[in-house]
């Protein structure tokens, strides 16, 4: 199914002249296929990230943690 914005999208995209039809479409896909990378990146560091946090919390709670100065980064 379709919406209605993105039939609009299509109705307009597809008066563009081929070659820009064909430089949209290439950027549309790449788009996609970033956002799905993206995601599966994401999913996987997710488990990591959890550990990380576990460890900041815990560093803090012992008091074994600096305060951050981000003028030191």
């Given at each position: 199914?379709?919406?209605k914005?993105?039939?609009?999208?299509f109705?307009q995209?597809?008066?563009?002249?081929?070659?820009?039809?064909?430089?949209l479409?290439a950027?549309?896909?790449?788009?996609?296929?970033?956002?799905?990378?993206?995601?599966?990146?994401l999913?996987?560091?997710?488990d990591?990230?959890?550990?990380?946090?576990?460890?900041?919390?815990?560093?803090h709670v012992?008091g074994?943690?600096?305060?951050l100065?981000?003028?030191?980064?």
């Amino acid at each position: 199914m379709v919406t209605k914005d993105l039939e609009k999208a299509f109705d307009q995209a597809s008066k563009l002249p081929a070659g820009e039809q064909e430089q949209l479409a290439a950027w549309i896909i790449d788009e996609l296929k970033s956002e799905r990378e993206w995601s599966r990146s994401l999913s996987a560091s997710v488990d990591g990230l959890a550990q990380l946090a576990d460890e900041a919390l815990r560093e803090h709670v012992e008091g074994t943690s600096e305060p951050l100065d981000p003028d030191k980064l």
